[in-house]
């Protein structure tokens, strides 16, 4: 599609309605609308962000607010394969810096491009909180782990040959475009395909199994010395402690 055309037509904004009515709160569907725009337009798009501020009854300006606060939503558009390469601290020093510059080579591409054939684009991400698999990449939101700059360039490879490519997680890449429409919440029947948590992030449930550990039972966790803080309260002991024993030494 041009850049000048649009995907927003009637049926798109039909689309974006039932999006809308399935939260009681229909201000609650804006993300998933924004993720439905962008599987159609590849992008966020004026027409796309005016669509979904008419329907919401909000500005077109706080829907923007709202889009550009998030960096999974989009203002150039996404490849078929959006690369995300982390370079935040614990993935830097384990091989992100490497991973990204092997990449760009590869792709020929800088963060926040896309290569003429519209393929692939790249983005250096932040922190995705997967640190135990550091260093990570992700394709279209796909969790890549333990990569290196070698296997990140047969993953390329293999997805610019079209062979079939999974997570390291499980699930299988599929377009942006197609992975958007997941995250705008219609039915394809993969939401739960894979595991949520790798074995890494587990590892600490497993060990807990393993011997036994079982958290305290929510009522006798309430005793008289641990009972639950409220936001009142949260303030008020401090002050109490402090000046409790200076009374005391006073005697
Ligand atoms: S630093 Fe890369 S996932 Fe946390």
Request: charged fraction near 25%.
């Amino acid at each position: 599609m041009a850049e000048s055309e649009s995907a927003i037509d009637k049926q798109a904004v039909a689309q974006l309605r039932a999006i809308a009515d399935r939260y009681p709160q229909q201000r609650s569907a804006l993300l998933p609308m924004l993720h439905f725009v962008q599987s159609l337009e590849g992008r966020l798009t004026a027409q796309g962000i005016e669509a979904c501020a008419q329907i919401l009854g909000l500005t077109a300006a706080q829907v923007s607010g709202v889009a550009t606060f998030y960096t999974m939503f989009r203002r150039r558009r996404a490849g078929t394969y959006h690369i995300g390469v982390c370079t935040t601290a614990l993935c830097a020093v384990m091989g992100g810096d490497e991973i990204l510059g092997r990449v760009e080579r590869k792709l020929g591409i800088k963060p926040e491009e896309t290569t003429p054939d519209g393929l692939f684009s790249l983005e250096e991400i932040e922190c995705n909180a997967a640190c135990d698999f550091a260093p990570i990449m992700m394709v279209n939101w796909e969790f890549m782990d333990d990569m290196t700059p070698d296997k990140a360039e047969k993953l390329l490879d293999d997805l610019a040959a079209g062979r079939k490519v999974n997570s390291t997680r499980g699930p299988q890449i599929r377009s942006w475009q197609d992975t958007e429409r997941t995250l705008a919440g219609l039915d394809d029947g993969l939401a739960d395909e894979g595991p949520s948590a790798g074995p890494a992030s587990l590892r600490g449930v497993d060990i807990a199994r393993e011997q036994g550990w079982t958290a305290r039972p929510a009522a006798s966790a309430a005793t008289a010395t641990d009972e639950p803080v409220t936001s009142a309260k949260a303030a008020k002991p401090a002050a109490e402690k402090t000046t409790a024993p200076a009374k005391k030494e006073a005697k």
